[in-house]
């Protein structure tokens, strides 16, 4: 039986520019100090960089790789906009939100580069917010490919105008989701130093390719967040931001296992998959692009468009009467785009699984965690998000399911907007839920995808609704 939960810490990170990951840092106003308008070099591991310039009036910053310069301007009257220039010139502005209105005093300006978009950011007493965005790989047709390792390794920076700093390095996040937990191969913590971590999907300025994967430490008693890691993914030669992670220790190294969102861009002719990677590197400390392949979750009698949120653990044959030690991998099946439901395989090797269950009747439900029988009470439990979009009776909570998906009940804990993932932190006697919300951060320009807040609850006394749903 799994404990009541209360709301005990919301908390935003909202980095730009990654804590800890500055690769460039121009102080103006410090003697000594080269020239801002100088061209720096800047070579990155993946299409996730941040330049971000502290002025007092208009300025300008640009960052060019391929024969391609893209920068983004603060003009004197306030209005800012983006430049492309390769073999054509290309101008883009936001007739809603491209003029700073007449109350704001800018601070700072910042052009960024999450995955194949580029947006320009102006900052005040108010924040952050998104001023102009372009998506390099339909403005370019060809001409340079953001997530072309050759590319990134020849970035430079430069600025001009009243800048007093220029700093530039790694994106950080928007807002934070699809938080899980770091966990052994037995679906225990990973602690070190008795801290547990979490990955999550550090949000971009627009929709899914915008994001990439994060490594996160958790204080227990404060419930603070320090970024740690982000983690990329190369495949075809390409390096990507996948997402919706799960990070297993087992044994000597570490197991990555990821959604393909990096990649996701069209659903009529994108399909999205889980890759898998294996790594000795400590991947809970810097920046990591990790080789990775797919793996290949079975989809047996279903109608699945694609399958995502994978969550692994390798159980003893004990805990569910198979023959031999074995593996068990949550995931969610799209029958369509964005129609899904739960799905839980096995097998004794991650590469030859069968399905062992599919909640088919759920339309919006992902998230799909598998807790050990130490944290949930005694038995394995599969746990999920029901989305708003579900069915009457199946909307805007966390199911608690059997290893064959026969519901037994939901957690008893606050639901949030979005769909918010059920990642339960064993934290001494107690227990934490950390989830997530759909809070938007940057302004309306940027659309959906940059949520959200961290929610965080701690287990108080009294029981679950478990039991018959």
Not at 319 to 330: F, I, K, P, Q, S
Not at 371 to 376: E, N, T
């Amino acid at each position: 039986m799994l404990p009541r939960f209360e709301v005990a810490r919301r908390l935003r990170p909202l980095d730009l520019l990654a804590p800890g990951m500055v690769d460039l840092d121009l102080d103006l106003e410090a003697a000594g100090a080269r020239p801002v308008s100088d061209s720096h070099a800047l070579p990155q591991p993946a299409p996730y960089v941040a330049l971000v310039a502290d002025v007092t009036g208009p300025a300008t910053v640009a960052l060019e790789a391929g024969g391609v310069r893209m920068s983004g301007s603060l003009g004197p009257d306030r209005r800012t906009g983006l430049v492309v220039s390769g073999a054509a010139t290309t101008r883009h502005r936001s007739r809603r939100f491209g003029r700073v209105g007449r109350g704001a005093h800018v601070d700072a300006v910042a052009l960024i580069l999450t995955g194949p978009q580029l947006t320009l950011l102006t900052h005040d007493r108010d924040g952050w917010t998104g001023r102009a965005r372009v998506d390099l790989l339909d403005l370019l047709d060809g001409e340079i490919d953001p997530h072309d390792p050759d590319w990134l390794a020849s970035l430079r920076v430069s600025a001009s105008g009243a800048v007093r700093r220029l700093r530039a390095g790694g994106f950080g996040q928007l807002g934070l989701r699809d938080l899980r937990l770091v966990s052994h191969a037995d679906g225990t913590p990973y602690l070190r130093d008795g801290r547990p971590f979490l990955t999550a999907t550090s949000a971009g300025a627009g929709f899914f390719a915008t994001g990439h994967a994060s490594v996160w430490e958790l204080d227990p008693d404060t419930l603070d967040l320090t970024h740690r890691a982000d983690l990329f993914a190369r495949r075809g030669g390409k390096v990507y931001g996948d997402q919706a992670m799960h990070l297993v220790r087992d044994g000597d190294s570490w197991l990555v296992a990821t959604s393909s969102w990096g990649s996701f861009r069209d659903p009529a002719v994108d399909e999205v998959h889980v890759e898998i990677a294996r790594s000795d590197a400590d991947l809970l400390d810097g920046r990591h692009v990790l080789d990775t392949r797919p793996l290949p979750l079975p989809t047996t009698g279903l109608h699945s468009v694609g399958v995502w949120d994978p969550h692994l653990v390798r159980v003893p044959a004990t805990d569910t009467g198979a023959e031999g030690n074995h593996w068990l991998v949550g995931y969610v099946s799209a029958s369509r785009f964005f129609v899904f439901h739960p799905v839980v395989a096995t097998g004794a090797d991650l590469d030859r699984l069968t399905l062992r269950a599919a909640a088919t009747e759920r339309r919006a439900t992902e998230g799909t965690t598998l807790v050990p029988p130490s944290v949930a009470g005694g038995a394995w439990r599969v746990l999920a998000s029901d989305g708003r979009d579900g069915r009457r009776g199946e909307r805007a909570a966390y199911p608690v399911f059997d290893l064959d998906l026969r519901q037994q009940g939901v957690i008893d804990a606050e639901y949030h907007s979005n769909l918010p993932w059920p990642t339960l932190v064993p934290v001494g006697e107690e227990l934490l839920l950390v989830g997530f919300d759909g809070t938007p951060a940057g302004g309306r320009l940027l659309g959906y995808g940059t949520h959200g807040d961290v929610v965080v609850a701690r287990s108080v006394t009294g029981q679950s609704r478990e039991g018959p749903a």
